[in-house]
């Protein structure tokens, strides 16, 4: 007897029409909250409420902020609850994550997506958060914001975006810092420095994060619509033959035949495997898999786990130039006047 077992194919639900949060404004109340691994200290806490104080807004500590389970910030319902609790509390304005770290995959089951559809509103962090930024877009439609967590630092080129893309609903075009050379240093720039892959232009849906975390969501619920994107992806603290590991998982998914362009940001405290000849870098690793799929594609954007960082909208429409390494939205992410 022949059994015929149907099994879901998530990657290809129908698309959801994105949801544009309001944007936010001085006075506004911001909730602060950690849907993954517990903040070092409690100072860590402290200093991130300054930050959002410091850009004129009031801040509301999710409950459980300094709850301890293991290494995570309480219980995965402990977590789930501050989201979406924050969510349906009509005083806040947006959400901050405090930090990354782990622990966000957990709570996807128990996030009230229904509940952020009817009350919509800035959610902002990057790292693990990948997976709250790229399950809830792909849930609800919202466009979510891959930006700085709050116990990070925050230098003006970082703030500048965020006010920018949060409270003025500019349509910016994100472009790397030129600071001025110190001839005492250097007579050229190095730092902030784009490396083209495939040149050319692309436009698309902006749709990324953590290399880690966006490959972990691949064969689930939560795995993105590659169609058509333009997708940027950074990482920290692996090694080389892990990036050449997830990018030939990438690949053997079909992702680089779907996407229109590619943008490779940070990779911060990553390393060669052993430092032995042979050993291949990034860019030879990311040449490998991107440039055949021909696609205009650059790295050394400024966004992850470095102080300078974009605030990139997951959803919104772009234009991105390789060789300039700019990346343009096309429309505001935030509404203003509300």
Known sequence: MLILIALPVFAHSAPTKNIIP???????????????????QNQDIDFAKERLEKLGLKVVFGNHIYARDAYFAGTDKDRADDLNQMFANNKIKAIIEIRGGYGCAGILPLINYKLIKKHPKILMGF???????????????????????????????TVDYIKKVLFDGVAVTFENPTDELDPSQDIIQTQDRIQVINGGSAEGELIGGNLTILVSLLGTKYEPDWKNK??????????NYQIDRMLSQLQLAGVFKQIKGFIFGECTKCEVSDGSYGALTIQQILERYIKPAGIPSFMGAAFGHDPNNFTLPEGIMVT???????IKMLEPAVKTGT
């Open 320 to 326: 991105m130039n390789a060789n300039d390494g700019t």
């Open 22 to 40: 309001a944007g936010l404004n001085p006075g506004d109340t911001v909730g602060l909250i950690s849907s993954a691994s517990r903040a070092d």
């Open 127 to 157: 790292s693990d958060v990948t997976a709250l930024l790229l399950a809830i877009h792909k849930e609800t439609g919202l466009i979510t914001f891959h930006g700085p967590l709050a116990i990070e630092p925050w230098p003006q080129f």
């Open 230 to 239: 333009i997708l940027f992806v950074e990482d920290i603290g692996i090694k």
